[in-house]
């Protein structure tokens, strides 16, 4: 059981928190055998995965010089899609509240799958335990599974061949998805979609990612200016719709361990 006496047990949030980490970390397979079929070698590949260590980037960088593209464009692809886990940070930060010394520690492992475990968690306890556990044995089986990919690349031959080019994508759309609860963010990844494999084939490879990341301003900038309409033709704007999606009253008494 849980500490307190409360919310989760932590038994549970060790058993969900590994079981996505060896899901995902599984997929560094995939990635050691991509990057291998793109021209890096095995250091390179091993150093994208400890120092970097965000899947979808990694794969992005990997796919794009696969498919002849510069490398600068395909680093700045690869940046871009990164950027998203300095926002994670910064509401991590505030639901672990972790010591300094072990802030530029934790850094390393703020991504998709430890932000997802931790912000399911009910109290702060477990999310520390989610995001720790999330973290160690993804980082662990990540770069383990990405060694025996780069290595095996060579006996496995062309990885086309055995659809393994598809396996970044993949992975990145399935752990997407689930994320997609609002009418607005399904509708900018359908846009982002549409951008990027509609201007695939007129564009370098590499620059699709780039322009398909305006999708998400452009959306808020129209969901902002229906917001100040409906805003508008609302008489005292009491009755207009709270189009930011944060409800009213969040703030969670003094000394309550409540994360959500």
């Given amino acids: 059981m849980a500490a307190d006496g409360t919310g989760k ?14 899901a995902v970390g599984l997929s560094g397979v995939a990635f050691g055998v991509t990057s291998a079929g793109s021209g890096l070698g095995l250091l390179q590949t091993c150093a994208l995965s400890l120092l970097v260590f965000t899947g979808a980037s990694q794969f992005a960088l990997v796919g794009a010089l696969a498919a ?17 886990n300095a926002f994670y940070g910064l509401r991590l930060s505030q639901l672990l509240a972790l010591p ?42 990540w770069n383990l599974t990405t060694l025996l990919g780069a290595l095996g690349a060579k006996a496995i031959g062309d990885s086309d061949a055995w659809g393994l080019d598809a396996a ?6 399935a752990l997407l998805a689930p994320m997609l609860k609002t009418s607005t963010e399904r509708v900018v990844a359908g846009l982002a979609i549409l951008l990027g494999l509609g201007l695939l084939p007129v564009l370098p490879a590499g620059v699709p990612v780039l322009v398909a990341a305006l999708a ?4 808020l900038f129209a969901e902002g200016r229906r917001g100040g309409r409906t805003r508008q033709d609302a008489p005292d704007g009491s009755d207009a719709p709270n189009v930011s999606g944060i409800s009213d009253g969040l703030d969670v008494p003094d000394g309550s361990e409540e994360v959500r």
């Fill in 168 to 173: 970044g994508p993949a992975v990145f759309l």
């Fill in 216 to 219: 998400a301003p452009a959306v």
């Fill in 100 to 141: 300094r010394a072990v802030r530029p520690f934790a850094a390393q492992w703020v991504i998709d799958e430890t932000t997802a475990v931790t912000l399911a968690q009910p109290t702060r306890r477990a999310a520390r335990i989610g995001f720790t556990v999330t973290g160690l044995s993804l980082y662990l089986l």
């Fill in 9 to 22: 047990p932590d038994a549970a949030v060790v058993r969900d928190a590994l079981g996505v980490g060896v």
């Fill in 68 to 84: 002849g593209g510069n490398p600068l464009t395909a680093a700045a692809g690869a940046f871009f899609l990164g950027v998203r």
